[in-house]
């Protein structure tokens, strides 16, 4: 674990202030990538154009519904453990270990090859996260597990749409948005 500037004066019961503060940081962090993402699905649906627009823009927002709502979770139970959660644009981008969305007004298949790439990111980083503090406060494992359920299946609606009748991703061995973004539009040309 990082050095943590300061212990919280109390935290759940059973945990000592220590304890408290390691789930917190865990938390901080997945709420960067939770913010970051809940941004990211609106700049999508803003910037979604051709075929299938309103397919890919009206599926987009129910998911940053249940993000942000997975957001005010996180910070709530950051707060309950007794430590302060940082939710400011600037806080994000300095602990941010991934870069900015990088595509702009662009076609719903590149965009959701870019997403594929998003999702599998943040989903990653959730269940490293759930793993990390699976014996130091079940609580705060639920939460994240939770989570998991429901942004797994959102990725399952992205890779729907990346999917052939075979079953194969037209976005596999990709590691970038950009190079998702042109796998998923050349498996349509
Ligand atoms: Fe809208």
Not at 108 to 130: C, F, K, M, N, P
Not at 171 to 187: L, M, N, V
Request: hydrophobic content about 45%; proline content about 4%; overall charge negative.
């Amino acid at each position: 674990m990082a050095t943590r500037k300061q212990l919280p004066k109390y935290t759940v019961p059973t945990l000592t202030p220590d304890e408290g503060a390691q789930v917190a940081e865990v938390l901080q962090l997945r709420l960067h990538a939770l913010n970051d993402l809940a941004l990211t699905l609106k700049h999508v649906h803003w910037n979604v154009v051709g075929p299938h627009f309103i397919a890919v823009h009206e599926m987009l927002d129910p998911q940053v519904d249940a993000v942000r709502a997975m957001v005010d979770a996180i910070a709530e139970r950051i707060a309950t453990l007794g430590a302060a959660p940082s939710g400011t644009p600037g806080a994000i981008v300095a602990a941010r270990t991934w870069n900015d969305y990088s595509l702009g007004r662009a076609t719903a298949i590149s965009h959701l090859g870019a997403l594929d790439e998003v999702y599998q990111g943040v989903i990653t980083g959730h269940r490293t996260a759930a793993t990390d503090v699976e014996e130091l406060d079940d609580v705060t494992n639920d939460l994240l597990v939770g989570h998991l359920h429901e942004l797994e299946l959102f990725h399952w609606f992205v890779r729907a749409h990346l999917e052939s009748a075979g079953g194969a991703l037209s976005t596999a061995g990709a590691t970038t948005e950009k190079d998702a973004a042109q796998q998923a539009t050349s498996a349509t040309e």
